[in-house]
């Protein structure tokens, strides 16, 4: 009886025994298959960096771009930064940063949107780089906007829009000597010729490469009948939504001696009425105030006379006149 006791107490502690190195067993099984599939995972991903969170290439976009995503504010310290101190189109009595910023800021985002892929290739033209003293050169040194727009539009990253910057200017010596060192770091080319001049507008624009720009800014003489030639030569060379600047405009109202870069030209015109030029020729702003009037009438039947430039202003969304500046921007 004791023995068949006995015998039971030594199976009983033999299988508890088993169970005991079985379920060891199943422990260390699973502590070696868990490390296992650790290991295999860090090896994975040391061979997969895109995988990792932290490595993953951030996408260039335009949201670090202050001047774009902000305010005119933003894009007058830009442009005060960039200009060198050369250059008077934010200066309080030019507060060009009220047309400039929304108007670009609209631009570069379409252009960019519309290229999401490949990197947008953005074409500005001004006219005026900046020659003779008392005109638009300050501290002796031209190009003051030139570097300006080269500065922000280097703080878009270039693969997601390349600018190429053309100026066209006047006085040749000037704009030689600027150039030779700042193409094409600043521009990739100036353009000599006289902005009153159809056949130097056109080599120009062929010397560009024959495409349109997406803004073309006109700075250059102030002289009415310039401003005027030049605009309506040029507009037709500004891409779809993209805008054309005639700056000073104030040259309606007052007369000057152009300058010319070279010598001082002849007086811009202006007269106390803003609206001819004292020779029964209009003024800037009487032919963008008679371009308003067709573009109110266009579509209707309110008897506007310029019908020679109804073709032409089919292609135009607005015309903006604000202080001292206007802008003409196309349609989509
Ligand atoms: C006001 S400055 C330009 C300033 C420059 N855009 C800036 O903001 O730093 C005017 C420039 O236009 C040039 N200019 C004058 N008449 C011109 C013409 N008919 N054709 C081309 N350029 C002209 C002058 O030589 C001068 O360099």
């Given at each position: 009886m004791i023995d068949m006791t006995q015998m039971h107490l030594n199976h009983r502690l033999l299988f508890h025994r088993r169970q005991g190195r079985v379920r060891l067993l199943i422990v260390v099984m699973l502590v070696f298959s868990l490390s296992a599939i650790i290991t295999y995972l860090r090896l994975f991903q040391s061979c997969n960096p895109d995988i990792s969170e932290e490595e993953t290439p951030v996408q260039p976009s335009l949201s670090t771009v202050n001047w774009v995503m902000g305010s005119p504010q933003d894009f007058a310290d830009e442009f005060t930064k960039g200009c060198r101190g050369l250059s008077?189109?934010?200066d309080g009595m030019h507060n060009f940063q009220m047309m400039y910023q929304p108007q670009l800021s609209r631009l570069v985002r379409e252009r960019v949107a519309a290229s999401p892929n490949d990197p947008v290739n953005f074409r500005l033209l001004e006219i005026g780089l900046g020659c003779a003293p008392?005109?638009?050169?300050i501290s002796g040194t031209p190009g003051g906007s030139a570097f300006a727009w080269r500065h922000l539009f280097d703080l878009i990253p270039e693969s997601i829009l390349k600018f190429e910057l053309h100026i066209f200017e006047f006085d040749e010596k000037c704009a030689m000597k600027w150039a030779e060192e700042?193409?094409?770091?600043?521009?990739?080319k100036v353009h000599i010729g006289d902005a009153s001049s159809e056949e130097d507008l056109e080599r120009a624009y062929q010397e560009s490469g024959g495409e349109s720009f997406d803004v073309i800014i006109d700075d250059a003489s102030h002289i009415n009948w310039h401003q005027i030639k030049t605009l309506d030569f040029m507009l037709p060379k500004v891409k779809r939504g993209g805008f054309y600047a005639v700056e000073d405009i104030v040259s309606s109202c007052f007369g000057w001696s152009a300058n010319m870069g070279t010598h001082r030209g002849e007086?811009?015109?202006?007269?106390?009425?803003?609206?001819?030029?004292?020779?029964a020729k209009p003024t800037i702003l009487a032919h963008l105030m008679e371009y308003q009037r067709c573009l109110v009438g266009i579509g209707g039947e309110?008897?506007?006379?310029?019908t020679d430039k109804v073709e032409f202003l089919k292609e135009i969304e607005s015309i903006e006149i604000q202080s001292v500046i206007a802008v003409l921007k196309k349609r989509k």
């Open positions: 008077d189109k934010v008392g005109g638009g050169m700042n193409v094409p770091s600043v521009a990739v007086v811009t015109g202006g007269t106390s009425s803003c609206m001819d030029t004292g020779d309110s008897g506007y006379n310029r």
